[in-house]
C-alpha cells in the first residue's frame, strides 16, 4: 500500500535506482502560495552527500511539479511531483543481488514479492522519503496559513543525549543536533561507527507548536495513533515515544499528570494530546532510528537459494540514519496534522456553520 491520509492523501511511487520518485497529493485546499524556494529547501535539508556524516550519494534533487499548481498558487487538484535519480551507482549492488543484508528489507521483500529491485534496495529504500519530505512542504505550506510551526532536531546519538533543546540551533548543525554542547561527542560517536565500518542508531525529537485544540478522530484515527502508525512506517523506525513515553510508565500519576490552570497546563507530559485529540499545547515526539542496517563489516548471511554466505559490503551509506531521517520525521508530523486539520473541520456543526452561513 503505497497511499496514507485520509483528507489529504499522499501517494508515493518509485525507487532508489529507477527514474525517479514522485508524489501525487490530493485533498490539498486551493489558493495556497506555493514557495518553490521554500519547497526546494526543505527538500535539501534531507539531501545526503553534503558532509560526512551521511551517504556519500550526491543527489540534485531538483523539484519539478507536475500538475496541480497555476500561477503561484494550489489550484485544489491533485498536486504531482517528481524527483529523478541522478547519483545511483547500481553496479555497487551486483555483488548483492542474490544475498540478503542483515537488517534491511532485502529477505522480506524476496520472499514476499519473489522478485526484488535489488539495486540500493528498490522500493524499500529511504530514497522514497524524499518525497515524504516534498509533499510534508507542501502540508507545512497550509500549516503556515495557520501559523502552525514544526521543528525538528537529533535528541540522541547512540546514547548521548542532548541536555539543552535548541532547534533553531538543529537548523545550522552538520548533524542536525540539539545541543551544541553534546554535539561534538555525537559526531566522535558517528566517526567511530564509521572507523569500526560500522553505524549507529540515533534519536530524533520533533515539536509542533500553536496547534489548535481538537485536532485528532477518536476512536481509530487518534492523533496519537496516527503519529504512530506512521511515524513506524518510516525506514529504520523502531519507537514512538508521546510527550513523556517510555518514562511515564516508570513513575507515579502525581509525577506524570498535567494540572490545568484557567491559563493552561502546568506541565507537557502528555505530549499536546489526550483521548487522541490534540489539547492545545506542543506536540512533543521522539522518533527512536536503528542504527544503518549496511555495514561494511563482515557479516554471515545466505543466499536467495538459501545457502549459507559472507557479506563484505560496498556502497555508499549513511553512518546514523537519525540525521536525517529526522526531517522526514518532521515532514511526516507535518502531513498528519494538515490531515487533521482538515478532517477536523467537518467534525463539528458548529464549524460548518461558519464556512456555509
Ligand atoms: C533517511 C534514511 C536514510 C537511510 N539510509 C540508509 C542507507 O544508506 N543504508 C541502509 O542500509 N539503510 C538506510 N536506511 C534504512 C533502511 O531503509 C531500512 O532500515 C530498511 O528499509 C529496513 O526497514 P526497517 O528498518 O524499517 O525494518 C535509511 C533510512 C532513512 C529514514
Redesign the pocket.
Known amino acids: 500500500m503505497n497511499t496514507f491520509g485520509e483528507r489529504l492523501k499522499i501517494s508515493t511511487f518509485g525507487e532508489s535506482h529507477g527514474s525517479g520518485v514522485g508524489c501525487i497529493i490530493d485533498g490539498m485546499p486551493s489558493n495556497i502560495k506555493v514557495d518553490l524556494g521554500f519547497i526546494q529547501n526543505e527538500i535539501n535539508r534531507?539531501k545526503?552527500g553534503l558532509n560526512l556524516y551521511?551517504?556519500q550519494?550526491k543527489e540534485d534533487d531538483i523539484i519539478e511539479i507536475l500538475s496541480g499548481v497555476f500561477e503561484e498558487y494550489t489550484t485544489g487538484t491533485p498536486i504531482g511531483i517528481f524527483i529523478k535519480n541522478g547519483n545511483a551507482k547500481s553496479s555497487d549492488y551486483d555483488d548483492i543481488k542474490d544475498l540478503f543484508?542483515p537488517?534491511?528489507?532485502d529477505f522480506?521483500y524476496f520472499h514476499k514479492y519473489g522478485i526484488r529491485d535489488y539495486r540500493g534496495?528498490g522500493r524499500?529504500?529511504?530514497?522514497e522519503?524524499i518525497a515524504r519530505v516534498a509533499s510534508g512542504a507542501f502540508a507545512k505550506l497550509l500549516l503556515n496559513e495557520f501559523d502552525i510551526k514544526i521543528k525538528s532536531g537529533i535528541y540522541s546519538i547512540g546514547g548521548i543525549e542532548c541536555n539543552n533543546i535548541n532547534f533553531d540551533y538543529a537548523m545550522e548543525s552538520e548533524i542536525k543536533s540539539l545541543d551544541i554542547d553534546i554535539e561534538e561527542k555525537q559526531k566522535e560517536m558517528i566517526m567511530k561507527a564509521k572507523q569500526n565500518h560500522d553505524?549507529i542508531g540515533g534519536v530524533a525529537l520533533l515539536c509542533a507548536s500553536n496547534i489548535p485544540i481538537g485536532l485528532g478522530e477518536p476512536l481509530y484515527y487518534k492523533l496519537d495513533s496516527a503519529i504512530g502508525a506512521l511515524m513506524?512506517?518510516?525506514?529504520?523506525?523502531?519507537a514512538v515515544e508521546i510527550g513523556n513515553g517510555v518514562e511515564s510508565s516508570k513513575i507515579f500519576g502525581s509525577q506524570n499528570n498535567d494540572e490545568i490552570t484557567n491559563s493552561g497546563f502546568l506541565s507537557n507530559n502528555s505530549g499536546g494530546m489526550l483521548g487522541g485529540i490534540s489539547n492545545g499545547d506542543k506536540i512533543i515526539i521522539k522518533v527512536h532510528?536503528?542504527p544503518?542496517?549496511?555495514?561494511f563489516k563482515s557479516q554471515k548471511t545466505t543466499t536467495t537459494t538459501n545457502k549459507e554466505t559472507i557479506l563484505n559490503l560496498k556502497?555508499?551509506?549513511?553512518p546514523c540514519?537519525?540525521?536525517?531521517?529526522s526531517?522526514?520525521?518532521e515532514s511526516m508530523l507535518a502531513l498528519i496534522i494538515a490531515d487533521m486539520l482538515l478532517l477536523n473541520a467537518s467534525s463539528n456543526i458548529k464549524y460548518l456553520k461558519q464556512i456555509y452561513k
Open positions: 534531507r545526503g551521511s551517504t550519494r543484508r537488517s534491511h528489507a522480506t534496495g524499500s529504500s529511504a530514497r522519503s553505524s513506524l512506517g518510516l525506514n529504520g523506525v523502531k532510528f536503528k544503518t542496517p549496511s555495514i556502497g555508499r551509506h549513511d540514519i537519525a540525521i536525517r531521517g526531517i522526514v520525521a
